[in-house]
């Protein structure tokens, strides 16, 4: 089918039939409807060339909604699938993480309790082949296992491995079942009695993860906790009320929304929470977005912690499912929502979605991320925390308690071309695969690798002379003597923290990267140093 060069001057016509908002003309949505059909109906007869029409549909509708706001939208019904799939907190299929190495599928790990790391298939596997279907050596891809390793709970699947010190293929067949999606991807001790809790998103068993990581920390004698939301998008509202919830005492207002067609409504705590006592920091970077905003800014406006970083994203609507009947859905922006001082935080977005997106942009040119006085904080987005009437903004994200600049000085161009390549992870996924055995002997715990292992001279060597056989001479990585002087110690960290991912699992990697996060260290000091006592928080009152 043909696609439309005149697309652009449809949608301009059914941008303004189709919008269901206040009436800005005599047109009502059943007669903009009819319009519409009638509209469809002439190009699908009389058009000079074939259309695909559900395509002209789909795009349609994805314009007219981009007219409204930057989060209503539309999703077709494969893409609603893949989309409520980490809100859902699971998938189905068989239960690896992998990665495409050497055009083989290589398993990085069996996902604990799934149905593959019950059948003994082990991390370092490479899967050659699905039913009757080769798979190595053929340029598969991330979208071609998907297609044959994802399916219905229940259903049976075929996979041939090569694993090493076998002669021959290990056949498997596995029954593909619901695997967990895991929202807490770090939870450990920093100090001993500092918690640590890393969360991905706002998901349906985010919560039950969060509390089981609060339970097992305080066996291990936390006091204080540290919840690193930076990168934090968002996810499911209910989740962020209930996460807000362990934090919160009494009968405490976390939230409020209202809009053109709902009244406001009130959401206040309802149980007691797993961490209403002890200090609390949380961290928030301009990657924070909507749930995340609604926990930080509820333990901000109640004076009950501290929120440590950058400002986060500002995104303060609520979107609510409409079915479209055949699969297909919008999620359309119905509410506002608004912190318990009265903040809305969504930052402005009338200059359309392009400028939307790019606006984090800005907030590097502008000098934002390296500090707050580039911000421009009229009188009118001041607001009175609830207890102790700390003064907090409002007007586009939540502005941290503590500012944290982003760290750039390990920032070199050697150091940002790796990163950019992705070329610390790929070398210590062959690392690994080239030496599991032994690393697996010398460091049989995650505890044992965390503290001891070291990234010696020799492999760091191996490690530069392997990036520059990858280059090329349009593209070639180069190691000076300055750059590496810069970034050398960053690099070895990343190389460690990636080498602990690949033979442990992903909470592996962040317990050794907090090197790293300045945010955490900051966090860690405010709690060590007397600031958290000094910032005439309400804290104690939580009983």
Not at 77 to 88: G, H, I
């Amino acid at each position: 089918m043909k696609k439309l060069n005149s697309i652009p001057l449809v949608f301009s016509l059914c941008i303004g039939i189709l919008a269901t908002g206040p009436a800005t003309s005599q047109t009502n949505p059943q007669q903009g409807a009819k319009k519409f059909g009638t509209l469809l109906s002439m190009l699908d007869r009389l058009y000079v060339d074939s259309i695909d029409m559900d395509e002209l549909v789909e795009t349609a509708i994805e314009k007219m909604l981009e007219e409204l706001d930057p989060h209503s939208v539309y999703f077709s019904e494969e893409d609603l699938k893949d989309a409520n799939e980490p809100l859902d907190g699971s998938f189905e299929g068989i239960g690896v993480q992998f990665n495409i190495f050497k055009d083989t599928i290589m398993v990085v790990s069996p996902i604990a309790g799934g149905p593959s790391e019950k059948l003994g298939i082990r991390a370092g596997d490479r899967i050659v082949q699905v039913e009757e279907e080769y798979v190595a050596g053929v340029g598969v891809t991330t979208k071609d296992v998907i297609r044959l390793l994802k399916g219905p709970k229940g259903t049976m699947v075929k996979v041939f491995i090569k694993r090493d010190g076998e002669k021959s293929l290990l056949e498997f067949n596995i029954e593909r079942d619901k695997i967990p999606i895991f929202s807490v991807v770090a939870s450990h001790m920093v100090e001993p009695t500092i918690g640590y809790i890393k969360i991905s998103r706002f998901a349906k068993t985010t919560l039950e993860e969060l509390r089981t990581s609060l339970s097992e920390l305080k066996d291990k004698g936390m006091k204080d906790l540290i919840l690193d939301l930076q990168g934090n998008g968002g996810g499911m509202l209910r989740t962020a009320i209930n996460m807000s919830d362990e934090f919160l005492s009494d009968d405490k207002l976390i939230v409020y929304t209202e809009g053109r067609s709902f009244s406001r409504e009130d959401t206040y705590t309802s149980y007691e929470g797993l961490f209403e006592q002890g200090r609390l920091v949380i961290l928030m970077d301009d990657g924070s977005a909507s749930a995340s905003e609604i926990v930080a800014g509820a333990v901000q406006d109640w004076d009950r912690g501290l929120i440590v970083g950058r400002r986060s994203f500002g995104k303060g609507l609520v979107q609510r499912p409409i079915d479209l009947g055949d699969g297909s859905a919008v999620r359309l922006t119905v509410q506002k929502y608004y912190t318990p001082a009265g903040r809305c935080i969504q930052k402005p977005y009338d200059e359309g979605v392009d400028a939307y997106r790019n606006e984090k942009y800005d907030r590097y040119k502008s000098g934002e991320l390296m500090s707050l006085d580039s911000l421009d904080l009229p009188d009118s987005l001041k607001y009175e925390t609830r207890i102790k009437k700390r003064t907090v903004y409002g007007g586009g994200g939540i502005l941290p308690d503590v500012f944290v600049p982003i760290d750039t000085t390990s920032n070199s161009e050697t150091f940002r071309n790796l990163l950019r390549k992705g070329m610390m992870s790929s070398y210590a996924l062959e690392f690994v695969d080239n030496n599991r055995a032994r690393l697996e002997v010398e460091y049989p715990t995650e505890d044992d690798f965390v503290n001891q292992y070291i990234v010696s001279e020799k492999d760091i060597k191996a490690f530069q002379v392997w990036a520059q056989e990858k280059g090329s001479e349009e593209d070639p990585i180069e190691f000076p003597e300055g750059d590496w002087d810069i970034s050398g110690d960053a690099i070895t960290l990343r190389l460690k923290a990636f080498i602990g991912r690949n033979t442990y699992s992903q909470s592996t990697f962040y317990r050794v990267i907090g090197d790293l996060n300045e945010a955490l260290n900051e966090a860690i000091e405010i709690l060590n140093d007397g600031r958290f006592e000094n910032s005439k928080l309400a804290h104690k009152t939580f009983r």
